[in-house]
């Protein structure tokens, strides 16, 4: 009895340290990205359109690009770089003709979402992340982050091609 | 004097008259979309996203349909005819290619907005508008409500060839 109260304690000690060392940086954490520990955020689906797109190739997909109020403020605003707190989520979907529409319009011009494909999320964290332009990231599947550290060490890579005025963001603002 | 004080009330009262019997309909109103009298809802650029489309063809453009929270709320739960408040926003952008993205990628695959085209909106009241399935129409363009009847006439025509389960309306929303 004594043994075993003995290990239960060791146990929630060990516990509590590994949350403790390892949540920060979201590598213990179910709910955060990998390398980044970024997580959902909270309503993001309730958020305001900055912009929507479509891209062909292997991605093939139709997207949405959503900001918290603070990326939309910034957005508006023409304020770069970008503000501490910016969230972006992009939304995308798989691009799949709409045979209901097409039907109705009576030839085929209509693509439309079909089944999610990802969510993936941007957050402006000068300090955070100041290795990677002060921007953390994420990719969402079905809710959960795509557990894979190399897929999330391809993210800044990738928008340091965006122009660099735009703070490594590719999405300009439609109105 | 007597005259001119004659004339003044007479002119007043025919401009009441005519503001009283032509703006409940529209048709007086420069800011209404003709037989409908419907109008650019108020900060409907900051309502929620439904869902987005590209439709190709003669149109070529890539859409947001919006709503407001009758809408969304509808949408979500699948409420079927619409209720009465209903507002759906559909903002579209001419369908360009993204150079810089293109350049970015290393290949031909970004579609993103160019500039606006239009703005359609679709207002649900059973009562006013009872002969066209419960829906008024209007069409904006720079904010102004094109001045066609001939193409307001066209909006019900096209929007009864949605299936009728979705209560005249094309848009499904995206998750």
Redesign the interface.
């Given at each position: 009895m004594k043994w075993t109260t003995h290990c239960a304690a060791v146990a929630t000690a060990m516990f509590v340290v590994t949350s403790l060392c390892l949540s920060p940086a979201g590598r213990a954490d179910d709910a955060a990205s990998p390398v980044f520990g970024v997580r959902l955020p909270e309503g993001y689906?309730?958020?305001?359109?900055i912009?929507?797109?479509?891209?062909?190739?292997s991605?093939n997909d139709?997207?949405?690009i959503?900001g918290n109020d603070i990326a939309v403020k910034a957005y508006r605003e023409g304020t770069r770089p970008f503000p501490d707190g910016t969230i972006i989520a992009r939304?995308a979907?798989k691009?799949v003709p709409?045979d209901?529409?097409n039907?109705?319009?009576g030839?085929?011009?209509?693509?439309?979402?079909g089944p999610?494909t990802n969510v993936q999320v941007s957050v402006k964290d000068s300090k955070s992340y100041a290795d990677t332009g002060g921007w953390g990231y994420g990719q969402f599947e079905g809710g959960k982050p795509n557990p894979s550290e190399a897929l999330m060490k391809t993210c800044f890579d990738?928008h340091t091609?965006?122009?660099k005025a735009y703070d490594f963001v590719?999405t300009?603002y439609?109105?």
């Open positions: 689906r309730d958020w305001r359109v912009s929507v797109a479509h891209e062909a190739g991605l139709i997207r949405a959503l939304v979907w691009y709409s209901e529409n039907a109705a319009f030839q085929a011009q209509s693509f439309v979402p999610a990738c091609r965006a122009n590719f300009h439609a109105p």
